[in-house]
């Protein structure tokens, strides 16, 4: 099992800045990959970008290509968003996710965090 806790939400105008942070806690050893996701009020969770342990590979969703960056430090067992250039369609509850398993798309993530709230004003 692992535990999950993001921080780093808040609320800032477009054009600014955040980095999320999701620490992991438990049984980590066996973490095969971690992403991060994001749900905004009345649509389906967004799957926001992945990396693999070690950092030999990362997705992004084609919205945020270019605006976030995801790492992690493996020594804290701590992966981070950095989120530049933020849009008002950013607005959202974000969310990071862990598996053992080699699937690490929306299907495959067995660990949540409950989540960091992110609101873009226009």
């Known amino acids: 099992q692992v535990q999950l806790v993001e921080s780093g939400g808040g609320s800032v105008q477009a054009g600014g800045s955040l980095r999320l942070s999701c620490a992991m806690y438990?049984?980590?050893?066996?973490?095969?990959?971690m992403g991060w996701f994001r749900q905004a009020p009345g649509k389906e969770r967004e799957e926001v970008s992945v990396?693999?342990?070690?950092?030999?590979?990362?997705y992004y969703a084609d919205s945020v290509k270019g605006r976030f960056t995801i790492t992690q430090d493996n020594a804290k067992n701590t992966v981070y968003l950095q989120m530049n250039s933020l849009k008002p369609e950013d607005t959202a509850m974000y969310y990071c996710?862990?598996?053992?398993?080699?699937?690490?798309?929306?299907?495959?993530?067995?660990?949540w965090g409950k989540g960091t709230l992110v609101t873009i004003s226009s």
């Open positions: 996710s862990a598996t053992y398993r080699r699937l690490c798309g929306a299907g495959g993530m067995d660990f």
């Open positions: 990396i693999y342990a070690g950092g030999s590979s990362t």
């Open positions: 438990g049984d980590t050893y066996s973490v095969y990959c």
